[in-house]
C-alpha cells in the first residue's frame, strides 16, 4: 500500500530546512532505523555530499538517519532496501537525467508502490506525478524523457503562486503556463502551495498543510479544494 | 552578415502588443515587402491563425504585411525565401520541438547568418542561443533537443527578473536558477530585462533598449553591462 507525503517545499519563509515538516517526519518514518536520501536535485548545485549533511542534520531532530544513495555501490539495491526514502528539491531536470541515467525509475516505483515509506519535497514531489511537465525548474540538462513515476493520477506543480495583481512583469503567470499545459496533455494539475502537501495511503489522496490547492482541469476552469479534501477522484 | 534584432519580450506593462518595438520594427525590416512570421510557440495555446493575425496587426502599423509560416506547404523554403523572419514568444520547448519537427533549424542558421532581418521576442529570442537551457518556461511538450541556432555564442535569460527583497516565496530566484545552470554548462548568459534587446550586426552586439543587463558566467559573481554596452567579446 502506497505511503506517500509529497510536499509543495522544504522550507517556510523565516523557517529552518524541513522545520515545518518534523512532526509529519517523525510520524511518516516511525519505525524507521535509516532514511534513504536521494539528493540528485541539488539545490543551488550544492554536492550531493553537502546535500545529504543538510537533510541528516534536520532527519537527526525526528530521530532518524539518513545515508546519501550516492554512498551506494548499487543504487538500485538500496532503493529496494530501504527503510524508508526522501527525495529532496532542487531542479528536477537534473533529478530525473539522473534517475534515467541509474535506471531507478521503475524500481522506486515498484519499490513505492508495494509501501515503503516516502517523503518528497519539491522536485521530489513532482516526480510522483505522471510527468515533470508542469515543473518550474530551468531545464539545465537534457533528461532522456520527461516521464516520472505516475504514483498518483495527475501533475503537481510545486510552489505554487497566484497571480500578483500588482505586478508589471509580462512573463507568464503560473496559471497562464498550466493552461498551455494543457493544450498539450490532458491530465489534472494540482496547484500544490507552500506548506502544502499530499498525504498518500493506497489510494486515498489527502490535501494537508492548512492551505487550499487549486486544481487545473484541461478544457475546465480551475478551482480551490479545500485542507483535508480527498484528491481520490482526481484523474 | 547577421541582422538580428533579440528582444527580451514582446509587450511592455500597459502597452500594446509590440508597441514599444515599432520604430525599431520599421526600420530594420526597411525595405521588405512581407515577414514572414513563425508562430509555433503559441502563448497561451493561442492558433498559429490568431497569433498571426495578432503579428499582422503589430506590423501593420508599421507599414509591413505578415504572413505565418504555417501558411506554407514548404516551410523551409519559406525561410530561404523570406525577406524578413520574426519569431513571436510563447512556450520556448513547443517552438523548438516545432522547428525540429519541421527541420527548420539548419536552414534557419544558415537564411540568418546570411543577413534574412530578424526579430526575436522572448521565446523567438531565446532560440538565437546556443542552447535553450535558460528559458522560464514549463517544460509542456519534450523537444529532442534543447540545442538552437547559436547566432550568439552565449545563452539568453528572457524577462530577466531581479529578486524581491521582499518576497516569502521560496521557489528559486532567477539568479539561483541560472547559477545551477553554471554548474553544468559553460556559456556566459545575458539577463536581459524586459525592454531592452540585443542589436546583432555582423559580429557587433549591442545592449539597446535603456536598461543594464546582468551577465552571468560559469565561476565568476554576476555583474552589470550599461545600456548601450558591447557584447562583443561575452563568450
Known sequence: MKN?????????????????????????????SEILFIPYARPGGISHAD????????????????????????????????DGIFTGGGNTFLLVRELYANQLLPVLK???RNGTPYLGTSAGTNIAGLTMKTTNDMPIVYP???????????????HYLDPDPNSTHKGETRETRIKEFHQFNTQPVV??????????????????GGKSARIFKAEKLPYEVENESSLNDLN
Not at 510536499?7 to 510520524?27: F, W
Not at 541528516?56 to 548499487?74: T, W, Y
Not at 524523457?145 to 501533475?155: S, V
Request: charged residues 20%; aromatic residues 10%; contains cysteine.
Open 4 to 32: 506517500l507525503l509529497l510536499a509543495s517545499t522544504s522550507t517556510l519563509h523565516g523557517q529552518k530546512y524541513l522545520e515545518y515538516l518534523l512532526p509529519e517526519i517523525e510520524k511518516h518514518f516511525n519505525g524507521c
Open 51 to 82: 546535500y545529504t549533511s543538510l537533510a541528516a542534520s534536520a532527519f537527526e531532530q525526528a530521530g532518524l538517519a539518513v545515508r546519501g544513495i550516492h554512498e551506494f555501490s548499487d543504487p538500485a539495491r538500496a532503493v529496494k532496501n530501504a
Open 110 to 112: 515498484e519499490t513505492l
Open 144 to 158: 532522456p524523457n520527461f516521464t516520472t513515476l505516475g504514483l498518483i493520477p495527475f501533475n503537481i506543480n510545486a
Open 191 to 208: 496547484g500544490l502551495r507552500e506548506g502544502s502537501w499530499l498525504e498518500v495511503k493506497g489510494s486515498e489522496i489527502t490535501l494537508k
